[in-house]
């Protein structure tokens, strides 16, 4: 079935049906239900060369990734972004177009991109701060939304972001509250704004509790199982060990584990731990009682929610610019405790 016969058929315009189908925020939602059921019943799949020459836009997000971060293509985590960016872009009838180039190929690839009309938009990630890429994206009129914030940029841009400082002034306080005071930061690449948030987070609880930073204590890096298996056996070492961890992801929670287990001390009991980014679809945490004590934010809603509002955008240019702050859940497992008593 065609266009124009499913538009006759529901008695509705072929411009109506196709804007249904694309899902214009100006379509009724009773209109959009009725031409998608109309649409499933008949087997009609929306043709995208003809909607791109018609609209002049390509109904693709492009997403790319320096080769500096080429790891993330295979980080559970990054996979869930992904995921959802993809899933909903489907639902709008937009692809994910994924790239990959060296750092200083970087502008010249958004360039090119613009000028080629390769994709309607962008999905940055991984901000550092002063991040350029938003002037640069701002200066060449493309859409976008960045995933996270990037520090000392003031004019308004569009963004969606969990409450990291929040995220982890919550979870060290939680461990202060159980009596430690000897607790480590795991934490993720500090050349990236969210993980500098999060030390911010680690540090205020301390400072609130009158505890010491202490820098034998405080680690950062690629968030993998490696990593904290290797930053969490180093520390072990120390004259004074920590009796608690907050961990930057649940894959470095997973190597820090290890390291207690090859050291003979049990997770819970002798060290505690409390995860990040433990909502994945691979690598779960939702057991009746879960393993790790975590604090909680899906990354794959997180993608969901930047491709409906890039969508929205490209769709919309003269909107308003949209933002997003979302908080994470606090979630007891077994994996915390009281701190141990020591000699």
């Given amino acids: 079935m065609k266009l124009r016969e499913l538009s006759t058929h529901l008695g509705l315009s072929p411009t109506t049906v196709s804007r249904a189908l694309a899902g214009y925020p100006e379509v009724s939602a009773k209109t959009r239900a009725r031409v998608e059921a109309a649409a499933a019943q ?20 492009g997403h790319i990734l320096s080769s500096h971060h080429k790891e993330e293509l295979v980080n559970p985590i990054s996979g869930d972004f992904i995921g959802g960016i993809t899933e909903r872009s489907a639902d709008f009838g937009y692809s994910l177009s994924l790239t990959i180039v060296k750092p200083d190929q970087e502008t010249t690839t958004f360039r090119k991109m613009k ?25 060449i009129g493309m ?28 979870a060290t306080t939680f461990l202060i509250d159980l009596g430690h005071r000897h607790i480590a930061l795991i934490n993720g690449d500090e050349t990236v704004d969210y993980a500098v948030r999060r030390r911010a987070g680690y540090h205020t609880a301390l400072s609130a509790a009158d505890i010491a930073m202490d820098t034998a204590m405080m680690t950062s890096g690629p968030m993998t199982e490696e990593n904290g298996h290797a930053a969490v056996s180093m520390m072990l070492k120390n004259a004074v060990p920590p009796t608690a961890l907050v961990v930057s992801s649940i894959t470095q929670a997973i190597g820090a584990r290890r390291a ?62 949209r933002d997003r702050l979302l908080e994470a859940e606090l979630v007891v497992g077994t994996s915390t405790g009281p701190a141990p008593q020591r000699a």
């Fill in 260 to 321: 207690i287990q090859e050291a003979g001390l049990v997770m819970g009991r002798d060290i505690s731990i409390v995860a990040y980014d433990d909502d994945l679809s691979y690598l779960g945490n939702r057991q009746e009682v879960p393993v790790f004590t975590a604090v909680r934010s899906s990354v794959r809603e997180a993608g969901k929610t930047i491709a409906e509002m890039l969508i929205h955008q490209i769709e919309s240019p003269q909107g308003e610019i």
């Fill in 42 to 61: 008949h087997g009609y799949q929306p043709d995208k060369r003809a909607r791109a020459l018609a609209t002049g836009r390509s109904f693709a997000i």
């Fill in 143 to 170: 859409p976008f939304v960045m995933h996270g914030r990037a520090t000392g940029i003031v004019a308004p841009y569009p963004w969606v972001d969990v409450n990291n400082t929040r995220a982890f002034h919550r």
């Fill in 115 to 139: 000028s080629e009309g390769a994709v309607d938009g962008i999905v940055l990630q991984l901000p550092r701060k002063n991040d350029s890429r938003i002037a640069l994206m701002q200066e």
